[in-house]
Nanobody, 124 residues
Framework: QVQLVESGGGLVQAGGSLRLSCAASGRPISPYHMGWFRQAPGKERQFVGAISSSAYSAYYADSVKGRFTISRDNAKNTVYLQMNSLKPEDTAVYYC?????????????????WGQGTQVTVSS
């Protein structure tokens, strides 16, 4: 079992930045591909981006490409989501996920393990 806990959410003005963290426990995350998702009120969960277990590659949703960056520190068992140039439409609960295989499948199928989420609110 992998337990994931997100932190770093909050209220920020449009154009600002936030960095979310996802701290894992229970097992090392080094073998896992890690992803970030978000869900706005009344909307379905949306893929944000993913990073491979090796950290050699990452891919993002078009809506955040160029503004958001995922990174990981396996020594700290933590994954990060750096969010810049935030927009009101980025307002959502953000979740991290861990997937044991199928890196490219993260976008469609999500993870094997999920965190509880952290709220991000971007004011205009």
């Amino acid at each position: 079992q992998v337990q994931l806990v997100e932190s770093g959410g909050g209220l920020v003005q449009a154009g600002g930045s936030l960095r979310l963290s996802c701290a894992a426990s229970g097992r090392p995350i080094s073998p896992y591909h890690m992803g970030w998702f978000r869900q706005a009120p009344g909307k379905e969960r949306q893929f944000v981006g993913a990073i491979s277990s090796s950290a050699y590659s990452a891919y993002y949703a078009d809506s955040v490409k160029g503004r958001f960056t995922i990174s990981r520190d396996n020594a700290k068992n933590t994954v990060y989501l750096q969010m810049n140039s935030l927009k009101p439409e980025d307002t959502a609960v953000y979740y991290c996920a861990a997937r044991s295989s199928g890196y490219s499948l993260m976008r469609t199928y999500g993870g094997d393990y999920w965190g509880q989420g952290t709220q991000v609110t971007v004011s205009s």
